[in-house]
Each structure stands twice: as structure tokens, then as C-alpha cells.
């Protein structure tokens, strides 16, 4: 159990620590962010695009769809590289849902801290709605004001980063309080 609670931990402060750091860069470059990341994924469509078609035209006989889909593919990147801020709608979903499914895990490790008999397995419960709530309302609210948004992402990265330390902190600790009962009470029977 201390292995799968070690690999547990590790896991989760990694997590963490990436969702901090990104949510800041975020938080501080919101405009740049987002148009850097849609000019990077346009460019990286742009070259797919590009890939597809010259296949086909070497290889008319084995390859009788590239062309078409390089060229839609070349066509999606030219609008994403021209319009970047098309991919941060999307990133907007995506890191919300990522939030959300943060938002649950963590909800699970505090009833696990409640089972363990943590004492204040609330306060998890607590921070784990939230971030659900967060990742709920940057879906929600990027549609409506980008730059805002943007920025309400990289608050709502480092605010998941911040309850899953919390939350693992209060789930190792809960467990080793169980596993120093378990010892003591080997012990005591010996």
C-alpha cells in the first residue's frame, strides 16, 4: 500500500506543479497564449496539409484520398493560423473539461481521506466542487469574454494545481496514520 500511495502522491504533485506553472504563464500572457498556441497549431495543419498532398501527387495509385484530405487539412490550418484565437475556444473546453476531471479524482481521494479518517475530509470535498465548478464556468464563460477567460483559465490551473497538493497532502497523511494504527496494533498483539 505505501508503494501505491508513493506512485499516488508522485503522480498528483507532478499534476499539480504542471498546473501551476501553466495557469501563471497563462495568467500573465493570456493574449499571447492563445495566439501563440492556435498560430502553432495552424502551422503544424499548414505542413500536414501540405504532407498529404505531396504524397499523393508521388503516389497517385496507393494514396487516392491525400489529396483531398491535405487539402482540407491545409485549408483548416491556413483559418486556425489566421484566426488563432478559433483554437483557444477549444482549448478553453478542453481545459475545463481536464478541471473537471481533476475536480472528481479529487472528490474520490477525499472520501478516501474520509474512510481513513481524516478530520477535516471536508475541506477536500470542499476544493474538489470547486474545481469542478471552475472547469464548468471556463467552459461556460470563455464563450463569452476570450481575454477574461483566458486569463480565468490560468487562475482556475493554478487553482487545481494548489487543491490537489492540499488534497494529497491530507490523503498521505490520513493514510499514515492508518498504517502507523495497523503497525501498532500488530505490536500490541505480538
Not at 501505491?4 to 506543479?17: E, F, G, Q, T
Not at 477525499?110 to 467552459?139: H, K, P
Request: proline letters at 1%; one cysteine or more; charged letters at 20%.
Amino acid at each position: 500500500m505505501k508503494e501505491i500511495l508513493k506512485r499516488i502522491k508522485a503522480d498528483v504533485v507532478l499534476s499539480a506543479l504542471l498546473c501551476i506553472i501553466t495557469g501563471v504563464v497563462v495568467m500573465v500572457w493570456p493574449a499571447a497564449i492563445t495566439i501563440l498556441l492556435g498560430r502553432m497549431i495552424g502551422l503544424v495543419l499548414l505542413i500536414m496539409g501540405l504532407a498529404h498532398a505531396l504524397s499523393y501527387l508521388a503516389n497517385r495509385e496507393e494514396n487516392r484520398i491525400g489529396l483531398a484530405s491535405g487539402v482540407v487539412v491545409f485549408a483548416l490550418g491556413v483559418l486556425i493560423f489566421v484566426r488563432p484565437e478559433l483554437v483557444a475556444q477549444m482549448v478553453s473546453v478542453v481545459v475545463g473539461v481536464i478541471l473537471i476531471m481533476h475536480g472528481v479524482g479529487d472528490l474520490q481521494l477525499g472520501l478516501e481521506s474520509r474512510r481513513n479518517g481524516d478530520d477535516i475530509w471536508w475541506l477536500c470535498i470542499l476544493l474538489s466542487a470547486a474545481t469542478i465548478l471552475f472547469g464548468v464556468f471556463v467552459i461556460w464563460k470563455y464563450f463569452q469574454v476570450a481575454k477574461v477567460a483566458t486569463w480565468l483559465v490560468g487562475l482556475a490551473l493554478v487553482f487545481d494545481g494548489l487543491g490537489d497538493l492540499f488534497v494529497v497532502y491530507r490523503v498521505t497523511k490520513a493514510a499514515k496514520r492508518v498504517l502507523e494504527e495497523d503497525a501498532i496494533d500488530v505490536e500490541y498483539k505480538e
